[in-house]
């Protein structure tokens, strides 16, 4: 859809209800693609009339939003897509679209999250029309989507999608159709849990004790008998989801078998019904060395005892899963070996969860010498970031004295990669000794990041000090920067050949991001004319996110 000047002028008139020389002059020079001179045109009229002009500044958006939608430029057109996500506004809805018929896979991918958003038929005709994509990412993508929202047309997609893959795809979709849960789904679901693939199967039952569907229960009671191991474990799991005590004999005989990930299963399905009996044999299998029995422990109170004798190990693997068990009681005794995860040292220490047969039972492997494992296919590096965050965030619940102390450490050894979750951590806790550890970030002069995120916590509490004008200062100072810089896949290895007292590209980036949302939530007049200026005055790539962000803020 175009917008052509007079269109433009005829909704002004009929949004606003009058007609203004400068803000319809503004709009022409927009359209003109001078962005510069329209914002100039658009400030004057608003600082003479002492206030801003919503309508304006959201018809302004839309033909910049618009005109970047069709620059053959791929940063532009990615930055615009941001821009149009950001803004919520479904008159941006067309520009999302033309994201899903981009010949690149990851824009397709970025569109659809942003068209997920919206809730109406036409997000829904585009998730429809992004299944016949030719990526097969963008269409399971999609897929799931649909799953979510139960659209009517969602299992013919998703049933059309399976048998036109290759049989190793299967056990992708039960998932999608467990989300589901209509009648339709439940039918797909009950002839995928006969499949003749035993993974078919296993990933069946896990999403139907998942999702608790206990209308299954009849046809899982029957799986006990089974011989199929990773099958046997996946039901046991379900039953103790389900509480079913129709299933506690059965229970109590897998507590025997000669698989140790079926007994665990059994024994804390038996947990879940009440019996408690397998517990000392839980413990006695940790002590041993079981990965799974360990990562058992947590969840269940009087393992205290038997994890913090653990957690003094000198392997490696049982101690990081002896100290997540101990981290998920609120057990200080788990600081120690917690810090000695998340701060990094000589033996690059990387992490990676690793799952039973049946897939019921996790727990975490550490990978010591990480860069140089980074091309081993057994061992996927990825969850590493993501497993610290967890840890760190978990770390919340200790004793507030517990969790300032790793938060102080954190600081100590500039363990950039997690400051931003620090950051959110300490802003949430909100207690004077938390506000006072960020006031003191402020000052490290030598630490940049640390700096910049305590200024941007304590401006979004909206605490007394210098914070609003040094996060503007600083914005102004990354006027050049790219917005926008989507991260590589192993990002432990951000901090290669970087300069000690910078910030990474990738960094100022996030950083970046973080600031200019704040500023948007603000919703005020002071907070989008800052915006404007740095629409002005900033890198011309990233006026469209920005303009995005003013859209958010004057909706």
Known sequence: ????????????????????????????????????????????????????????????????LQKGSESPDPQTFLMTLFGAGFSGSARALEILERGVDHPDPQVQMFALHFISQFSDDASNDVLNRAMSSDYLS???????????????????????????????????????????????????LKRLIEDPDPQVRVESILQVARMGRDDFLPLLRKRLTHSHVAELEATAYAMGSFKDNGSLLRLKKLTQSPT???????????????????????????????????????????????????????????????????????????VAALCEWLISDGRDLAFHPFVSVGRTISAWKVVPSAELRAKDPTVDLSYSQVIRDHLLKEAIHLPEEQFLKIARLIFAKQQNDLVPSLIALLENLQTPSAIALLKEGCQKLSAPLIRDYCHLALYRLKQEGP?????????????????????????????????????????????????????????????????????????????????????????
Request: proline letters at 5%; one cysteine or more.
């Open 1 to 64: 859809m175009g917008f052509c000047k007079n269109t433009l002028i005829a909704m002004l008139l009929a949004s606003s209800g009058y007609a203004v020389e400068e803000n319809l002059h503004a709009l022409y020079l927009m359209q003109q693609n001078r962005v510069e001179e329209a914002i100039t045109r658009y400030r004057e009229y608003s600082d003479g009339a002492g206030r801003h002009d919503f309508d304006v500044l959201q018809q302004m958006g839309l033909i910049l």
């Open 138 to 188: 963008t269409r399971m993508e999609a897929a799931f989507y649909l799953a979510q929202r139960k659209h009517p047309h969602a299992v013919g997609q998703i049933e059309g999608l399976m048998f036109r893959l290759p049989p190793q795809f299967k056990p992708y979709f039960p998932s999608l159709f467990a989300l589901l849960g209509t009648n339709e789904g439940t039918l797909s």
């Open 260 to 334: 140790d990930s079926v007994r665990l299963a059994a024994g804390l399905a038996l947990l879940q019904l009440g019996d408690r009996s397998f517990i000392p044999q839980m413990q006695e299998m940790a002590k041993e060395g079981n990965l799974f029995a360990l990562s058992s422990l947590g969840p269940i109170s009087e393992t205290g005892e038997c994890l913090a004798e653990l957690v003094q190990s000198k392997d490696l693997q049982v101690r990081l899963n002896a100290a997540v068990g101990l981290l998920q009681q609120r057990d200080p005794r788990c």
């Open 467 to 555: 914070y609003e004008d040094y996060i503007n200062h600083w914005v102004m100072q990354q006027k050049h920067a790219d917005l926008i810089q989507l991260r590589p896949p192993l990002p432990w290895k951000y901090r290669l050949d970087q300069p000690d007292y910078a910030l990474t590209p990738e960094e100022t980036s996030r950083l970046l991001i973080e600031t200019f949302l704040s500023i948007a939530n603000r919703r005020d007049e002071k907070s989008v004319s800052f915006l404007l200026e740095a629409i002005q005055k900033g890198n011309s790539q990233n006026r469209y996110a920005l303009m995005g962000l003013i859209m958010k803020a004057t909706e």
